[in-house]
């Protein structure tokens, strides 16, 4: 089968479009013919050494979701037959022609959404789930800041966030990626660059604060979330965002807000997986959650899609084809 391969870490020797031995499903995993690969920030920082859970071997297949058709089933694997449309997360890298998925996470892709859609649902929605469900709790009537609403997390956790029937306040960095959290149902758009994202809230809230913020850059933003947020207020943050070294936490805040500060990663979450997959199916099946792609990359382009992932310049999700 045809992969992309990592040979060398660091971003200065590109990955290759390689020839390799075709993919075999373990026990619990699918074997998927590739639709599309979702492409994330964590592949980028994989690749650069600098993601958490960095230091697998060389050569790698990168990518961690993707969608597809079935074509094969590993041992112990009942609840699904070959031919069908899945989407879910991947053991051993998704940038192949076929990968192996984790049948446990897995779900049949309801007809409405293409394999490109299908690739961008993984991350971008157990993440948004994680922070705002199994973390924050938030529920109907609560105002919730997600912060990056126009990436590919920002885009989930707006929609989960509003058909909670939570008031939902996002930031973007320009008038497109603002129109983009509009159309996902961001009730207001903040511009974090040309305006105080705190006094923003603050001001919106009537001077209470929000209860719940959805962290995409811990680094920069997690000192002025604490003036962003109300009494009892919680704090997901997924990312260290840009920049060096820890982030300033004002601890006389953290205190007077009575605030929560939550950290999450998906490897920690794979337990809670089966539950996410089974509260999210229906809403797809409804048609109810929109999964925008900005650009689909063939293989040969791989190089590309990270150097598009790593600028910021676009909306919603990136993925990779195998043509
Ligand atoms: N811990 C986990 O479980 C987990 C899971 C998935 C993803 N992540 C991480 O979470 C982050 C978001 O993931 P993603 O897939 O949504 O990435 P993405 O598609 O690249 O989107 C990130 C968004 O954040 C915005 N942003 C960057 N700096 C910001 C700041 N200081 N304040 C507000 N917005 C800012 C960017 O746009 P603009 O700056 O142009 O507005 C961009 O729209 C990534 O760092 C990713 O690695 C963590």
Redesign the pocket.
């Known amino acids: 089968m045809k992969a992309v391969r990592v040979h060398q870490l660091g971003l200065d020797v590109p990955m290759h479009l390689d020839e390799v031995e075709d993919a075999r499903p373990g026990p619990g995993e699918l074997l998927v013919k590739l639709g599309a690969a979702g492409v994330?920030?964590?592949d980028v920082?994989t690749r650069m050494g600098t993601h958490v859970h960095a230091g697998g071997g060389l050569p790698y297949i990168p990518g961690l979701e993707a969608a597809g058709e079935v074509v094969g089933l590993g041992e112990g694997v009942k609840e699904f037959r070959a031919g069908q449309r899945v989407f879910g997360r991947c053991a051993g890298g998704s940038y192949a022609e076929l990968v192996r998925m984790d049948a446990g996470t897995a779900a049949v892709l309801p007809e409405p959404y293409s394999y490109r859609e299908g690739a961008g649902i993984t991350?971008?929605f157990r993440?948004a789930w994680?922070a705002l469900f199994f973390k924050a709790h938030a529920g109907p009537g609560e105002t919730v800041l997600v912060?990056?609403?126009?990436?590919?997390?920002?885009m989930a956790a707006i929609q989960l966030a509003k058909l909670t029937g939570c008031r939902v306040f996002a930031?973007?960095?320009?008038d497109e990626?603002a129109a983009f959290c509009r159309d996902m149902g961001a009730d207001v758009v903040i511009n974090?660059r040309t305006e105080d994202f705190a006094a923003r809230c603050k001001e919106l809230t009537g001077g209470r604060g929000v209860e719940v913020i959805v962290e995409?850059?811990g680094r920069?933003?997690l000192g002025k979330d604490l003036d962003a947020l109300c009494v009892n207020g919680r704090i997901v943050v997924?990312?260290a965002?840009?920049g060096e070294g820890a982030a300033a936490l004002p601890v006389p805040a953290l205190m007077t807000k009575d605030a929560q500060v939550f950290g999450?990663?998906?490897v920690n979450?794979v337990p809670r997986m089966p539950e996410y997959v089974r509260r999210l199916v229906p809403l797809l099946r409804q048609n109810r959650l929109k999964i925008y792609v900005d650009r689909a990359f063939s293989f040969a382009d791989a190089e590309a899609a990270h150097a598009l992932?790593r600028s910021?310049d676009?909306l919603g999700?990136i993925v990779l084809v195998p043509a």
């Not at 912060?147 to 920002?154: E, H, K, P, S």
């Not at 930031?171 to 320009?174: E, F, G, K, M, P």
């Open positions: 994330n920030p964590s920082a991350l971008p993440t994680n912060q990056g609403g126009a990436g590919g997390v920002g930031t973007a960095s320009s990626k974090y995409v850059s920069e933003n997924m990312a965002g840009r999450i990663t998906g979450l992932a910021g676009f999700k």
